[in-house]
């Protein structure tokens, strides 16, 4: 390496690639959650004896109340070993016996939580204590109506929300691409919905006449986001009792924990998050290198997606964005591949105001960009697939740079963790 050089590991699925870049050529777009150190459990227990806008625990939940404490999937880090951990057993101490605490996963239309999965997200202890619940979106047998909520939507929701007198919902702060941010809402909706009411609230991200994102549909947007909103609603008929939302550092850790009531409390976390996971940049660049930050943001596709779009905001129209995303679930749903066959995304489009589905408007965001944006794909899926896909597909990251002559460029070490933004 040259004085002007430097190195970096790029995360890809449960390892790393080393990538040498040049100083002159090279800015690197990272948050400071490297260097953030992990909550020790007394930390975390100081968080619930602080909630925002809400009562403590002790003083909404007494011994005579059942528990239901929702949980996000393997899909997304939220630190849930510790946090579920230590909140049962706070539970237990106020005098809930663990018979009437249970688990569910907020899995929305992704497929289950596999048993290992359970073990690593919930840790053995509480697996082998508390009922797991499992959340399926197309069984009518385990939805419920919960009526219409404000904005109209039919609200089918997992029968599990009516059997609990109470509800604590758990979940990780991040960027969502459309939604604005992950947490708080999105735990009843999508997570615990109907595939018909989580189809109905994300058709608002897109404007189905002109073919465009909705107007105030997008990232680290809140205020006059209808996707947002309408989620909100709907959890609102859940009357959700707590609220922990988790912001985690590179090592999957928490280092910030945003509890109490779950609308400001989750209000509160977004915005710490805007603050401290925005990066300015003076002007976009060429080329982008992107990693989504390994295993479980490259667990497939469409989870990969985030990483693509995040990297969309630092990449000039025309340059090339490489992103690292092993895939080792391959694209997230079998019929993912079938919206690529429309010619292009205006094409997409229009197929979608007559046969909307959640992950047709995951394709037609992809696509937007590969049209938009040169897109080389280093993973573990067939070429083919990534062809129709209209990406280039690539084995390393040597490969996939071959084609890339630009001068000066990005590189993203956690690609979906964090927004850039250039500067006023």
């Not at 508390?130 to 109209?152: C, M, N, T, W």
């Not at 691409?177 to 999105?186: I, L, N, Q, S, V």
Request: glycine share 8%; proline share 4%; aromatic share 6%.
């Amino acid at each position: 390496m040259t004085s002007n050089s430097n190195s970096i590991d790029l995360l890809y699925g449960h390892t790393a690639v080393n990538f040498q870049w040049d100083t002159d050529r090279f800015a690197v777009v990272e948050d400071p959650s490297k260097t953030e150190q992990p909550l020790t459990d007394f930390e975390v227990g100081a968080a619930l004896d602080a909630p925002i806008g809400s009562p403590p625990l002790d003083e909404i939940i007494d011994s005579e109340d059942s528990v239901l404490i929702v949980v996000s999937d393997a899909t997304r880090p939220t630190a849930s070993a510790q946090v579920v951990n230590l909140l049962v057993r706070r539970l237990v101490q106020m005098g809930v016996s663990p018979p009437r605490i249970a688990v569910i996963f907020a899995t929305g239309i992704h497929r289950r939580v596999t048993e290992q999965e359970k073990l690593e997200l919930l840790t053995p202890f509480i697996v082998q204590r508390v009922q797991i619940l499992e959340h399926d979106a197309y069984d009518p047998a385990k939805l419920v109506s919960f009526g219409r909520s404000a904005g109209g939507v039919e609200v089918q929701l997992s029968s599990a929300l009516r059997d609990y007198s109470r509800v604590i919902l758990t979940g990780g702060i991040n960027f969502h691409y459309f939604a604005g941010f992950t947490g708080g809402r999105k735990s009843i909706c999508p997570g615990l919905a109907s595939a018909e009411t989580i189809k109905a609230t994300h058709m608002l991200a897109l404007d189905l006449e002109s073919g465009n994102r909705q107007a105030g549909v997008g990232t680290g947007l809140l205020d006059g986001n209808a996707v947002h909103e309408d989620c909100e609603r709907i959890a609102a008929v859940v009357e959700p009792a707590f609220a922990i939302n988790a912001i985690v550092n590179q090592q999957k850790r928490a280092v910030k924990l945003f509890c109490g009531d779950w609308r400001r409390a989750h209000r509160a976390a977004c915005e710490y998050y805007l603050n401290h996971r925005s990066l300015k940049i003076a002007a976009k660049r060429d080329l982008v290198i992107a990693s989504c930050g390994g295993f479980p943001y490259d667990i497939n596709l469409i989870q990969a997606h985030k990483a693509l779009d995040m990297a969309s905001y630092a990449c000039n129209d025309g340059g090339t964005i490489v992103l690292l995303a092993e895939c080792s679930d391959g694209l997230g749903r079998p019929d993912f591949l079938k919206w690529f066959e429309s010619a292009d995304s205006r094409a997409l489009a229009e197929r979608l105001r007559s046969e909307y589905e959640v992950n047709g408007q995951t394709a037609w965001a992809l696509l937007t960009k590969a049209e938009r944006y040169r897109v080389c794909l280093v993973s573990q899926l067939p070429d083919e697939q990534v062809k129709q896909m209209r990406m280039i597909p690539a084995r390393s990251l040597d490969e996939a740079l071959e084609g890339a002559a630009a001068t000066e460029g990005f590189v993203m070490p956690r690609g979906a963790a964090v927004l850039p933004r250039i500067e006023e």
